[in-house]
């Protein structure tokens, strides 16, 4: 549920007006990240690039409302930096209102999540003759029954790749409205995947991160019904190429046998899962609608610590759901120390219409707020203790950019120096709090 933002880099960090560039603006997820490689070839196949201005495509997040409301801010700007651009917009924001998009002056096409992969679709521009006025071009999502396998040969800009897995959900939480921008849950057949990693590997990625809407419900829809773990145990046996295998956001409770076997048993498995939990309070998850009860995410956790005792693990909680009361937020409090959490996602509350949990007795904006930052910096003290554990370790950091990496537990550490994609194992002698401080090995023997 993170909002992030990626683009094609330029030199001003403005939009690039070379009558030839396509630039594909991200928001939200890492599926959102890998699907943009996919629209970035689709878009050149369809010729965008050669239109006088270029275009702009802007793959949106639903999953806040402040993760619209930057998209809208974006797309304006988009348009004042490159007023001859061609400005697409599409993804889950997209699928979900797009009478709002299609109704900005600045936007030229408002595409579907599924039609936005599709070749085709980019060419619904009087730039291509077509003379139909509908800006948007969005169909049922539920109608869709089957996700492909896309394939890219790189993820641009970025040192480790994504791969889709799966896609859609079948559960409704009260607070989420990804199920109706992203349809039901569907899976990507297992051949395809492993043909997807293969190739990435095969192009110098030392390391793949498996992504999807709902993860764990991987392989529900596939013929034999194979789950998540065994994806990930048959991906380590075919592609021994790959250096580093990581899992994106999963639900604890889906978690299958073969998944925790692999967890304990392959070391090519990073030892760090970010866990959907939401809250920590079982009458608020009961309101959402979540599967799990606040024990059995502690369970989870120490089980998965036994049978890897390195991992780390990290947490969506979202403070301020409707009815939380000041007991039932302190539980949430209190699983970040219960469940030794320590990368933390915090959502403050944010309404979206039509779901149930905008109908519910909302909490004061205010309390939200206070209860965001409380849990932010409760979070912020497990880090803290996080970075405090590692000093004198030794770790294997993957370099994303100007020395800075990220150890197999996700931590943030800086070396000064290395390549991006590289991975270079270092002995951490301290932390300033944010991220720690290594050296390599060769420089220390050194």
């Not at 619904?124 to 948007?136: C, I, Q, S, W, Y």
């Not at 194979?226 to 899992?247: A, E, F, M, S, Y």
């Not at 979202?318 to 120390?337: C, L």
């Amino acid at each position: 549920m993170s909002v992030a933002l990626s683009r094609s880099p330029d030199v001003d960090g403005s939009l690039s007006e070379t009558p030839s560039r396509i630039d594909v603006v991200t928001f939200g997820c890492r599926l959102n990240t890998y699907e943009s490689e996919v629209m970035r070839r689709e878009a050149e196949s369809a010729g965008l690039g050669a239109l006088e201005g270029g275009a702009v495509i802007f793959n949106t997040c639903a999953v806040t409302g402040e993760a619209v409301r930057q998209a809208r801010q974006a797309i304006r700007k988009a348009r004042r930096d490159n007023p001859r651009a061609r400005i697409i917009v599409t993804g889950c924001a997209a699928q979900t209102e797009p009478e709002k998009f299609a109704a900005m002056d600045e936007v030229d096409l408002v595409l579907g999540n599924e039609e936005k992969l599709k070749a085709h679709s980019y060419r619904a521009l009087p730039d291509f003759g077509v003379n139909d006025t509908e800006k948007a071009r969005v169909n049922d999502i539920f109608s869709v029954r089957e996700t492909a396998g896309h394939m890219v040969d790189a993820i641009e800009g970025r040192a480790r790749a994504f791969v889709q897995v799966q896609n859609g959900c079948d559960h409704r939480c009260t607070f989420c409205i990804i199920p109706y921008g992203r349809g039901n849950s569907r899976s990507v057949p297992m051949g395809a995947v492993v043909e997807q990693v293969k190739r990435l590997a095969g192009n110098g990625y030392a390391e793949i991160v498996l992504t999807g809407v709902d993860m764990t419900s991987f392989g529900a829809d596939l013929p034999g019904a194979p789950k998540l773990g065994k994806l990930v145990k048959t991906i380590l046996k075919q592609v021994p190429d790959v250096k580093r295998l990581r899992l994106s956001s999963i639900d604890s409770i889906e978690a299958d046998d073969d998944l925790l076997d692999a967890i304990a048993t392959e070391a090519r498995l990073m030892p760090h899962l970010h866990l959907s939990l939401q809250s920590g309070d079982d009458m608020i998850l009961k309101r959402m609608k979540r599967r799990h009860l606040r024990d059995q995410s502690i369970r989870f956790c120490e089980d998965v610590r036994k049978l890897r005792p390195a991992i780390v693990f990290g947490a969506d909680i979202i403070a301020g759901f409707p009815t939380e009361t000041d007991a039932m937020f302190e539980n949430s409090i209190k699983i970040v120390e219960d469940c030794g959490l320590t990368h933390l996602h915090v959502f403050p509350f944010s309404p979206r219409e039509g779901t149930p949990a905008a109908r519910m007795p909302q909490v004061r904006r205010e309390v939200v707020k206070q209860r965001a930052a409380r849990l932010r910096a409760a979070g912020e003290a497990a880090y803290g203790r996080h970075l405090s554990s590692l000093p004198g370790s030794r770790q294997s950091i993957l370099i994303e950019r100007d020395g800075l990496g990220r150890t197999e537990g996700f931590t943030l550490a800086a070396l000064g120096t290395g390549a991006p994609g590289e991975i270079v194992e270092a002995t951490i002698t301290g932390h300033d709090g944010a991220r720690l401080n290594a050296v390599p090995l060769a420089a220390r023997a050194a």
